[in-house]
Nanobody
Framework: QLQLVESGGGSVQPGGSLRLSCAAA????????LGWFRQAPGKEREGVSC????????AYADSVKGRFTISRDNAKNTVYLQMNSLKPEDTAVYYC??????????????????????WGQGTQVTVSS
């Protein structure tokens, strides 16, 4: 069973940066599509950014384009989310997820949280002055 563990959340002032990490212990992530999702209080979980198994295809929510960057390091079996220019509306619990590649595009998969099989426990990100 694939288990994902996130780290790197915390509290930051508006305009600040954080880098989230998500690692898998015993199973290689090389062949999985990887994604970052978030859920704010009272809101549905939404896709933030996703990346294909090869790393060659990425997708971003419009609200984070130009500010967030997803990357993966297969040697470390880890996926990252670099978050810059953070805004109060970025406050949420952030989850990483993994899924076996399907016929949908990475963009499409990123829009369907229910299509993902493997989830981390979540890490809180709070942006506040």
């Amino acid at each position: 069973q694939l288990q994902l563990v996130e780290s790197g959340g915390g509290s930051v002032q508006p305009g600040g940066s954080l880098r989230l990490s998500c690692a898998a212990a015993d199973i290689s992530l090389d062949y999985y599509v990887l994604g970052w999702f978030r859920q704010a209080p009272g809101k549905e979980r939404e896709g933030v950014s996703c990346m294909s198994s090869s790393g060659g295809d990425t997708a971003y929510a419009d609200s984070v384009k130009g500010r967030f960057t997803i990357s993966r390091d297969n040697a470390k079996n880890t996926v990252y989310l670099q978050m810059n220019s953070l805004k109060p509306e970025d406050t949420a619990v952030y989850y990483c997820a993994a899924e076996i590649p399907r016929w949908q595009t990475v963009q499409a998969m990123c829009g369907i949280p229910g299509a993902w099989s493997y989830w981390g426990q979540g890490t809180q990100v709070t942006v506040s002055s």
